[in-house]
């Protein structure tokens, strides 16, 4: 039979094993949201390309004073609402293929996403 303190050892080691694991899933899942971030600066998007895997969610943020509307070219995904500065816009990259995309308030601010096969 197992002592009482033995047991809480054991406790508190799966404890820690489950917190460290939920830990780096956070952060594996924060790291692939940067990787798939367009940052809206200086009236452009950058990057202007970007290459994700069926599923992946892509997110768009101003980093202008002015306002911006994320718009699909081949209406692929729903509009941005106006984005302020720091505000920010996802969308879910759904069948493989390229999508256009465009700046309805400045439409000499395009950019594409490159939707892979996961």
Same mark, same amino acid.
Request: charged fraction near 25%.
């Given at each position: 039979?197992? !002592?009482?303190?033995?047991? =809480?050892r054991i406790a508190w080691t799966l404890s820690v094993l489950i917190l460290l694991c939920f830990v780096q899933v956070t952060l594996?899942?924060?790291?692939?949201?940067? !990787?798939?971030?367009?940052?809206?600066? *200086?009236?452009?998007?950058?990057?202007?390309?970007?290459?994700?895997?069926? *599923?992946?969610?892509?997110?768009?943020?101003?980093? /202008? /004073?002015?306002?911006?509307?994320?718009?699909?070219? %081949? =209406? $692929?995904?729903?509009?941005?609402?106006?984005? %302020?500065? %720091?505000? $920010?816009?996802?969308?879910?990259?759904?069948?493989? *293929?390229? +999508?256009? +995309?465009?700046?309805?308030?400045?439409? =000499?601010?395009?950019? !594409?996403?490159?939707?892979? =096969?996961?």
């Amino acid at each position: 039979m197992l !002592k009482l303190t033995t047991i =809480k050892r054991i406790a508190w080691t799966l404890s820690v094993l489950i917190l460290l694991c939920f830990v780096q899933v956070t952060l594996a899942e924060e790291k692939n949201e940067e !990787k798939n971030q367009i940052e809206i600066k *200086g009236f452009h998007f950058t990057p202007q390309t970007l290459t994700v895997k069926s *599923g992946a969610k892509v997110t768009w943020i101003n980093r /202008d /004073d002015d306002a911006h509307v994320v718009t699909s070219s %081949d =209406k $692929k995904f729903e509009k941005s609402p106006p984005l %302020d500065t %720091d505000q $920010k816009f996802t969308i879910t990259a759904g069948a493989p *293929g390229t +999508y256009n +995309y465009f700046c309805s308030v400045h439409p =000499k601010m395009t950019g !594409k996403i490159i939707v892979e =096969k996961p």
